[in-house]
């Protein structure tokens, strides 16, 4: 296993759009067992393959307390969501950088395993919002988007500052 370099805002591949998977060989599994090990290493509780700079459609989740549930999910589609929730949302991508998201509270998502395998999950609250943040990554969209253009500047230039300290 290895980490992986997660890409920082505004970087232009985190406006990549994803392509399905259709092929589920071995690549696969060691690109989600790579994301997981980066997502529990950052920490995080969501990673998707656009943040790694990988235009597919996976994104790894581990939304549980004892980090011990990781969930591989391969081309996602939400069949159906309801109510509505506000909550303080963060991102790999972003450091430092948290701001409330509306989402929806409840989802049913159909996606494939690691083996091709349609599977069928019901989720609500945290993980319901975990999905759809990390499902956005997959169509280049990033949490700011929902933020109005002012905050977003605002955030891209703390950003943009914390980079070159870095360097
Ligand atoms: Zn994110």
Known sequence: MALLHILQYPHP??????????VFEKSITQLAENMLETMYEAPGIGLAATQVQVAKQLVVIDTSENKDSPLIIINPKIIDKSDVIVNEEGCLSF???????TRSERLILEYQDIKGE?????????LAICIQHEMDHLIGKVFVDYLSPLKRNRIRKQLEKLQR???
């Open 118 to 126: 349609v599977q069928r999950l019901e989720a609500d609250d945290l």
């Open 13 to 22: 591949g985190l406006r990549e759009k994803a392509l399905p998977i259709t």
């Open 165 to 167: 300290g870095k360097s």
């Open 95 to 101: 450091p430092g950088i948290y701001a409330n998201v």
